[in-house]
């Protein structure tokens, strides 16, 4: 089945690292992504991994998959308070037909000082 | 240039209205979506078009009517909305390929749904 999980509430302090995790059911998704939505605003795509991948990195935000195990996780290195947002996980599960974009329920990252 | 673009950003109707929300991307794109987002929830999807002809219908009712004039644009027609309908909707684009590649799906701003 299609199903994208993610714990809902993550709370830090500005200049720590956060860590957001997902996991996924659909073994057959070729590509994850990571979205950000701040409030009132359309999706902004952050990053993705391609599933022959374990790591990837771009700048503060480190994406780690462990396709055993079906977990990806990003992580935020020096969150600032600009970070506070919603993220969303997504995979396009090739079950599902490759358009077709399944979303976790969201992250919401609250960065305090 | 990355972007796709919705109008309006806002909009309050009532339920006997008919009104279109519109959407365009100049990135060649020939995927367009329709998702529908509540309050605190994930985006939904309604309406896949591919070259410019509808793939995906997630059983969306009949009272939202999509259209896909022509590559870049996309345009979501409603009729007879009910309140439960006010959400966020959203439209994106994304390369098409044929083995499940990239489709990274670059997202508008939305439009906020107020149906009274």
Request: charged fraction near 20%; proline fraction near 4%; glycine fraction near 6%.
């Amino acid at each position: 089945g299609e199903d994208v999980e993610q714990s809902l509430f993550l709370s830090v302090r500005e200049g720590d690292s956060s860590v957001i995790n997902c996991t996924y059911t659909d073994s057959s998704s070729t590509y994850l992504y990571w979205y950000k939505q701040e409030p009132g605003a359309g999706l902004q795509l952050l990053t993705y991994i391609f599933s022959n991948m374990d790591m990837k990195q771009d700048q503060r935000l480190t994406v780690l998959l462990n396709k055993k195990d079906k977990h990806l996780s990003l992580r935020i290195a020096d969150t600032q308070t600009g970070d506070s947002a919603i993220y969303f996980c997504a995979e396009i599960p090739l079950s599902g037909g490759y358009n077709k974009l399944i979303f976790g329920a969201g992250t919401r990252l609250a960065v305090h000082p | 240039d990355t972007e796709v673009t919705q109008t309006p950003k806002h909009l309050v109707m009532g339920m006997t209205n008919k009104k279109s929300l519109k959407c365009e991307q100049h990135m060649g794109h020939r995927a367009m979506y329709w998702y529908k987002q509540k309050a605190k929830k994930p985006p939904e999807l309604m309406f896949v078009y591919s070259y410019e002809k509808l793939s995906i219908n997630e059983s969306v009712p009949s009272r939202f009517s999509p259209e896909c004039p022509n590559s870049s644009l996309l345009n979501l027609h409603l009729h007879a909305l009910q309140p439960e309908d006010s959400a966020l909707y959203l439209c994106a684009s994304s390369v098409l390929t044929g083995t499940g590649g990239n489709t990274e799906a670059f997202f508008g701003q939305g439009t906020r749904l107020t149906v009274v």
